[in-house]
C-alpha cells in the first residue's frame, strides 16, 4: 500500500509519457498510477531526440534503461515544459545528470529487489559452469548423452565481486553459501563487511570467476579490456550483469578466441540499446560482435533480464509513483539524483556527502 502525506498538495491528473513501454510494465503502473492520479501513457518506442516531441503537454517522461535522456533530450523537455524524468530503475548513466541540473528533476528507483539481480548472476554462473543450457536442449531432444557436459565445483573456488553494493553484497553471501572464497574491489569499501578487498589487479589474478556490479562510470567504462584480460587466469568466468559498457565486447571475444577466458556470462552488453528487449528472431543480426559470442558455446545471454520478477516489478512502480508524489508535493524527493554544484547555502537537500 503507498501512504500518500500531504495528498491535498499535489496536483492532481498529472500526466507522464511512459518510453520504452513493455506489456509486463502496465499492469502494476496502471493500478499505482490510477490510484496517485497519474496518467501514464504508454509509448512503445524508446525517448531519443527524434520522439522526445511525444512528452510534449505531459509533466514528466517515465524512463528506463535504453532510453536517451542526453542534453538535447532535456533541453527539449525544458522548452516543452516538462519538469521531471522519472527513471523506473537505479542506474542512470544514460542521463546527463550534470545537464538536467535546474531543468528537469530527476529521480530514480535506487533498489527494487537486488535479490532479483543477484540470484540471476547466480543463475547465470551455475548455468554456465554445469552446462545447465546445453543439457536442456539436449534432453529436450532425447539425448541423454553426457559427453561435452563436464562442468566444475563452485566450492572452494575464488570469486572476484566488482562493486560491493547492494547487489554486489547479496551475490557475495549467495557465493559464501557455496563455500566460495569471495574477494572484492570497491572504490569506497564496506567497512563492516568481512568482506577481503583487493586492488583490481589483485583480483584479476586471483579469481575464477569475476562478477561486476559497480555503477557504469568514466572510471569503470571498460574495466574488461584487452589490458585487462591479459591480467586475468586462464579459464576465468565473467558475469556481466550491471552495465554493458564495463567490459570492451570485441576484447571479451578475442580473450574468448584465445581460450584466455573460460566463458562469459551477459545480462547486459555494450550495443544492447538498439537490440535487447526487441524480438528480432528471423532478422539478420546486425552485430557481429553480439552474434559471434552468442555463436560461442560458453557464452550465456539473457536480455537485460536481471530485475525482471514480480516484486521488482511491483516495488519499481510504487517506487516510481511515490518519487513522482514527492516531487509535486514539495519539489523535493529522497530518491533524486542531482551533481554537487557545491552551492550549499541555497541546496534544499543539504547533502555533506556525494550527490550520487
Ligand atoms: P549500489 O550503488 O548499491 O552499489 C554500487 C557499488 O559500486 C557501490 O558499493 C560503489 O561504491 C561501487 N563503485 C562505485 N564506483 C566504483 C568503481 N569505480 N569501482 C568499483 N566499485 C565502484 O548499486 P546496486 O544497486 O548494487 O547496482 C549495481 C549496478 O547494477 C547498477 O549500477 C546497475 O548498473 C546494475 N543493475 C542492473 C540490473 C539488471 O537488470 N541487469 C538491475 C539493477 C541494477
Redesign the pocket.
Given at each position: 500500500m503507498l501512504v500518500y502525506a500531504g495528498f491535498g498538495l499535489i496536483r492532481e491528473n498529472m500526466r507522464f509519457a511512459f518510453f520504452d513501454a513493455k506489456q509486463y510494465d502496465r499492469p502494476s503502473f496502471e493500478t499505482y498510477g490510477k490510484e496517485a492520479g497519474i496518467d501514464f501513457r504508454f509509448y512503445e518506442t524508446r525517448l531519443t531526440p527524434d520522439t522526445v516531441e511525444l512528452a510534449r503537454g505531459s509533466d514528466g517522461v517515465c524512463v528506463f534503461?535504453n532510453d536517451t535522456v542526453n542534453a538535447e533530450v532535456i533541453d527539449r523537455l525544458y522548452e516543452m515544459g516538462v519538469g521531471t524524468v522519472a527513471l523506473r530503475?537505479?542506474?542512470y548513466?544514460n542521463v546527463d545528470v550534470r545537464h538536467a541540473f535546474g531543468k528537469v528533476h530527476v529521480v530514480h528507483v535506487?533498489?527494487?529487489s537486488?535479490y532479483?539481480?543477484a540470484e540471476?548472476a547466480m543463475a547465470m554462473l551455475l548455468t554456465s559452469v554445469r552446462r545447465i543450457h546445453k543439457a536442456y536442449n539436449r534432453t529436450k531432444d532425447f539425448n541423454f548423452s553426457l559427453t561435452g557436459l563436464t562442468g566444475f565445483d563452485l566450492h572452494g573456488k575464488t570469486v572476484g565481486v566488482?562493486?560491493?553494493?547492494?547487489?554486489?553484497?547479496i551475490f557475495v553471501d549467495i557465493c559464501r553459501g557455496f563455500g566460495m572464497q569471495v574477494i572484492a574491489?570497491?572504490?569506497?569499501?564496506?567497512a563492516d563487511s568481512k568482506i577481503e578487498y583487493v586492488s583490481?589487479d589483485e583480483l584479476f589474478a586471483r579469481s575464477d570467476v569475476i562478477s561486476l556490479?559497480?555503477?557504469?562510470?568514466e572510471?569503470?567504462y571498460h574495466?574488461v579490456c584487452a589490458e585487462t584480460v591479459a591480467k586475468m587466469k586462464k579459464g576465468v568466468v565473467i558475469v556481466n550483469?550491471?552495465?554493458g559498457a564495463l567490459i570492451d565486447a570485441d576484447a571479451l571475444l578475442e580473450g574468448i578466441k584465445a581460450r584466455k577466458i573460460g566463458a562469459a556470462c551477459l545480462?547486459?552488453y555494450e550495443e544492447e540499446a538498439d537490440i535487447f528487449f526487441e524480438d528480432y528472431s528471423g532478422h539478420i543480426m546486425a552485430d557481429d560482435t553480439l552474434a559471434r559470442l552468442i555463436s560461442m558455446p560458453n557464452v550465456l545471454v539473457t536480455s537485460?533480464?536481471?530485475?525482471?520478477t514480480e516484486e521488482a516489478l511491483n516495488n519499481i512502480s510504487q517506487t516510481t509513483v511515490q518519487n513522482i508524489l514527492d516531487l509535486s508535493r514539495d519539489g523535493m524527493c529522497p530518491n533524486e539524483l542531482c551533481y554537487r554544484c557545491g552551492k550549499t547555502d541555497v541546496c534544499r537537500k543539504e547533502r555533506v556527502g556525494k550527490c550520487f
Open positions: 534503461v530503475c537505479a542506474g548513466n535506487p533498489a527494487y537486488p532479483a539481480v540471476h566488482i562493486g560491493t553494493g547492494k547487489i554486489g553484497r574491489y570497491d572504490k569506497f569499501p564496506a583490481l556490479h559497480c555503477p557504469l562510470t572510471e569503470t574495466t550483469t550491471s552495465r545480462d547486459v537485460h533480464q536481471a530485475f525482471l
